[in-house]
């Protein structure tokens, strides 16, 4: 079964609006980790945000934010003020703790215009 | 700069050639992680080393040998490879190899092209 899910798999972006990627997740360990990497065309994955499955407070990084929502099992990026370097694909992973896994979803590809 | 470097960028090789990896971190991070990126599929995870230890091997084929010979470098030997193992090669580390909080921080990929 499918751990990690976005539906998304790609979007347009007017500069300097905001963005949401959508991203929900299939887990019974009550303790896990949700991240978010931003991967540009040039390959590297990079570290953006992560949220802690007992965090009480949204996650928030600069112009990144996550939208928590548990019960949904949903942890959806929103990014504020998108920029042209923002182009890139977006990936949503999950760790559960019992394991040293982390997994990927499918990704979407965020195409930013001026 | 990522603090995980990988060379080569890019590689490629043909099926009866032997090359290998290499990818070294300098954040003081205990384990280690080989992933495969294919076009149109989700990262796959290949092997991960906690402490030099090799903890997770993701049913990969034997034509892919890791090495790790100690908590800042690991290698990845490759072997009378298919087509089918042209992908980006994506190394990352972590702190310690469980926990649910540890992010995993990337190299640039090494992206190799079997003919």
């Known amino acids: 079964a499918q751990k990690i899910t976005q539906t998304q798999p790609g979007m347009f972006v007017q500069e300097k609006e905001a963005v949401t990627l959508d991203c929900t997740y299939d887990t019974s360990d009550p303790s896990y980790g949700l991240f978010w990497y931003k991967q540009p065309s040039s390959g590297e994955m990079i570290f953006l945000i992560y949220q802690g499955s007992y965090d009480q407070q949204n996650a928030t990084e600069g112009r990144y934010s996550l939208n928590f929502q548990k019960a949904r099992k949903s942890a959806n990026l929103v990014i504020s003020a998108s920029q042209l370097g923002d182009s890139a694909m977006y990936f949503c992973?999950?760790?559960?703790?019992?394991?040293?896994?982390?997994?990927f979803g499918g990704g979407t590809r965020v195409l930013v215009k001026p | 700069e990522t603090g995980v470097t990988q060379t080569p960028r890019h590689l490629v090789m043909g099926m009866t050639n032997k090359k290998s990896l290499k990818c070294e971190q300098h954040l003081g991070h205990n384990a280690m992680y080989w992933y495969k990126q294919s076009a149109k599929k989700p990262l796959e995870l290949m092997f991960v080393?906690?402490?030099?230890?090799?903890?997770e091997n993701n049913s990969v084929p034997s034509r892919f040998s890791p090495e790790c010979p100690n908590s800042s470098h690991l290698f990845l030997h490759l072997h009378t490879l298919q087509p089918e193992d042209s992908a980006l090669y994506l190394c990352a580390s972590s702190l310690l190899a469980v926990g649910d909080n540890q992010p995993q921080h990337f190299g640039d990929g090494t992206r190799l092209s079997i003919l």
């Open positions: 992973a999950m760790r559960e703790a019992a394991g040293n896994k982390l997994t």
């Open positions: 080393y906690n402490f030099k230890e090799q903890t």
